[in-house]
């Protein structure tokens, strides 16, 4: 609830202020959210901008989850949490860790932005 109370009274006070003085600001999020790259030379495809994004965090995950002490902690806590537990993880650490994942941000980003 208040989550909830919270994001009711910012944007109530998000209407008393005026407009951005430069308004090219709010130009950059929706070219990131709705944006595509020019032509590739091999095909002429356009990729969009988000899709390249998603592919950089796909890559950093898979580089974090393989080779670090907390990407095999998440496997670990994933595979059997009452072993991991046993063998001494913190397993309701690791469990809010990934729950809050940092992928989230960006995510949740683009989508504000794709919307405009």
Not at 21 to 45: F, M, N, S, Y
Request: with cysteine; charged share 15%; glycine share 10%.
């Amino acid at each position: 609830m208040v989550t909830l109370g919270g994001m009711s009274a910012f944007r109530g006070a998000a209407l008393l202020l005026p407009p951005a003085p430069d308004q090219r600001l709010r130009a950059v999020p929706r070219v990131v959210g709705q944006g595509k790259t020019g032509p590739l030379p091999i095909l002429g495809w356009q990729i969009p901008i988000p899709v390249i994004i998603f592919l950089v965090f796909a890559v950093l995950a898979h580089i974090v989850l393989r080779y670090t002490r907390y990407g095999r902690q998440v496997y670990a806590v994933g595979g059997n949490p009452e072993a991991a537990r046993l063998s001494g993880l913190d397993v309701r650490a690791v469990v809010t860790s990934v729950s809050s994942s940092w992928a989230s941000s960006p995510a949740s980003a683009l989508s504000c932005w794709r919307r405009g």
